[in-house]
């Protein structure tokens, strides 16, 4: 992402020079933004203290106005988060699926990007196909893949004995493969997107020069293409990263509750029930603690190991 | 939908210099792969249209191209069920208030951010740009906790908008095409004696119109597909969206319909279609660069 500001320094115009380098020279940018700042800390940087502050105390639901006593707990909600086998589950489970999700997002959608950008025809056509999955409701597509892979659905027929049993939403093996291919299907078009802005970059000499000097076609798109676009590689990569933490609708609705046996449960999905249903929100908070640390963390680490070599 | 158009804003495609120009066997190749995956990609689309039509289902592989048999009755069904025009009202209050407040919030925070030098403007950016980042999912227990236990917001429109009421993303997207505005035309503006609302108002705003166009189509999708904040936060059905109803439908009381799988499709196919016929009628704005180059650096 673009982060400097290019707006060029021009000499100073206000009328108060105290004030202005008090304020900045455009003292009425701070009430344009204000609005959003403010939104950006009650939505944002205000909930994000909180949740540190309950994940360190024993924080319960009581009715509003009560007045409670919710003693200072230390690393005790951190400890039971990390000591449950289910939330810990919940964290091998997205792991998997990011192990499946994030290569072939990066491998299918520069691969299809690549073929869209030297396609003439039917270009249009092409794109809607695959974007539309993006734009489309979680929940009203959920209800298309429980009737493909349900027990007696449409892809079992077509595998006819080669089904597997149990079949694919409730199989233990499987169920979290499904999601991954489910989100890697929705979210595919974004990454075409951004990976056809990215091709836009790549100088088309380089690629002439590869194909004078030999170059397949193949070879050229591993030395020219895959080195042009890694600046969008790393945004598709973290992004993966990011829909991976993210996860609920999928384990609620597609495999009805996480299931099998908690088989394809998410730290999200997990934070629901533990903050939402059994009503210990401060575990829940620790869980979420853990996840943004972790997703920073992940982010950091993909944006150093890509840009690096 | 013109290819010619979407090419314009896209990508200039250079025919003579492109190997593709030379349409070899692997150009075809290629072309067939992109025709395959649009087919496999779009074949959920159909089977849920389909199925939505289906007196009966029918789930093998001559059950997905049926030539009789076609009813509209599992509309009825799933309005029976759940009230579709009450929760596609509620869908379009929550996306609404989202687009309102993003659309006015967002294009002054944007054009302050791209073109104005005031004080804690950097730190104003760098925490947006952790929001993009660091998703609401994972802020869902403070954020009830606030909403609904302190605010006492649930069961309302303001509780459901209010986490989502200003797009962080388009905000970014507006910074981006303000950013792209010739610095000479804000100083021509300026020395001319424009205050800076007139300059936003009628000097930038009007050049960035198509930015606008996709900054609000890509907020629309996020409200009106949103399921996990408007589920947590609303219990009364009269208030809940389509996508939290049909989801209840779906985990609840699906068993005891006469035809589940069709009601289902039917509740689906309601909710998609909103959004997919707007994405098909905005699609040519709908590109990386129209997004603000986020990638270009």
Redesign the interface.
């Known amino acids: 992402m673009t982060t400097s500001n290019t707006v060029e320094d021009s000499p100073p115009k206000a009328r108060r020079p105290r004030l202005a380098t008090l304020l900045g020279r455009q003292p009425l940018g701070i009430v344009f933004a204000a609005p959003y700042a403010v939104f950006l800390v009650a939505i944002f940087a205000y909930p994000l203290g909180l949740a540190v502050w309950i994940s360190f105390h024993d924080y319960f639901f009581a009715a509003p106005g009560a007045q409670v006593d919710r003693p200072f707990v230390g690393f005790d909600n951190y400890i039971s988060v990390l000591s449950d086998a289910a939330v810990r589950r919940s964290f091998v489970n997205v792991a998997k699926f990011l192990v499946i999700n994030v290569p072939l997002t990066v491998v299918l959608s520069l691969v299809l990007a690549t073929l869209l950008d030297n396609a003439v025809r039917a270009r249009g056509f092409l794109r809607v196909s695959y974007y539309i999955p993006y734009v489309t409701s979680s929940v009203a597509l959920v209800a298309v893949w429980l009737f493909l892979f349900g027990m007696a659905g449409l892809v079992n027929q077509l595998l006819g004995p080669l089904a597997p049993d149990p079949s694919w939403l409730v199989n233990g093996g499987l169920a979290m493969p499904v999601i991954a291919l489910f989100v890697t299907w929705k979210q595919l078009g974004f990454s075409i997107l951004l990976y056809l802005a990215a091709l836009q970059n790549v100088p088309k000499e380089l690629h002439e020069a590869a194909s004078v000097d030999g170059a397949s076609r193949f070879g050229s798109f591993m030395n020219v293409t895959v080195p042009g676009v890694r600046p969008a590689t790393v945004l598709v990569v973290i992004l993966a990263t990011i829909t991976g933490a993210n996860l609920f609708t999928e384990p609620y609705l597609l495999t009805n509750g996480g299931g099998p046996d908690g088989a394809s449960t998410s730290p999200v999905f997990v934070m629901y029930q533990k903050g939402i249903e059994q009503g210990t929100p401060d575990v829940a908070a620790a869980i979420g603690v853990i996840l943004v640390i972790a997703v920073l963390i992940i982010s950091f680490i993909n944006k150093r190991l890509l840009e690096s070599d | ?3 010619a ?3 314009s804003t ?2 200039p ?3 003579t ?4 120009a030379r349409k070899g066997i ?2 075809w190749l ?2 067939a ?3 395959l ?2 087919l496999v ?2 074949f ?2 159909y ?2 249209v389909v ?1 939505s039509l289906q007196a009966k ?1 029918d ?3 001559r ?2 191209f049926p030539t009789s048999g076609f009813t509209l009755d599992n509309y009825s069904q799933i309005n029976d069920r759940v009230d579709l025009a009450r929760s596609l009202v509620n869908s379009g209050i929550f996306t609404g208030g989202v687009i309102l407040g993003t659309v006015v ?2 294009i ?2 944007g ?12 730190a ?2 760098a ?5 993009l ?3 609401f ?10 909403i609904v ?2 605010y ?1 917001l649930a069961d309302s429109y303001l509780g459901i908008i ?2 989502f ?2 797009n ?1 993303t388009a ?1 970014f997207v507006f910074r ?1 095409f303000f ?1 792209q505005l010739p ?1 000479e035309l804000f ?1 021509a503006a ?1 020395l001319d004696g424009a205050s ?2 007139r300059i936003l108002w009628s000097v930038a705003l009007p050049l960035v119109k198509p930015a606008l166009l996709t900054a609000i189509l890509l907020t629309f ?1 996020g409200p ?2 949103e ?2 904040w408007p589920f ?1 936060v609303t219990k009364d059905t009269g208030l809940q969206p389509l ?1 939290v109803t ?2 209840n439908y ?2 609840n009381v699906a068993g005891r319909a006469t035809n589940p ?1 069709g009601a ?2 039917a ?3 309601v ?2 279609a909103p ?2 016929a707007l ?2 009628a905005f ?2 704005h ?4 129209n ?1 603000g ?5």
């Open positions: 939908m013109s290819t158009d979407s090419q896209d990508v495609v250079t025919e210099d492109s190997p593709s692997g150009h290629g072309l792969a992109l025709f995956g649009a990609f779009l959920p689309f089977y849920m199925g289902p789930t093998s592989l059950g997905a919030f967002g002054l925070a054009y302050a951010l791209a073109r104005l030098h005031f004080r804690g403007r950097d104003l950016f925490m947006m740009l952790l929001v980042i660091v998703p999912q994972l802020l869902i227990i403070p954020i009830y906790v606030m236990r302190t006492g209010l986490p009421a200003i962080s905000v981006q950013l610095e100083d300026r800076e609302v999708i009106w597909n399921f996990l947590l996508a049909l989801a779906i985990s799988q289902i499709l509740g689906a196919v909710l998609a959004a997919v994405f098909v699609q040519r709908f590109t990386a660069s997004l180059s986020g990638v270009k650096g």
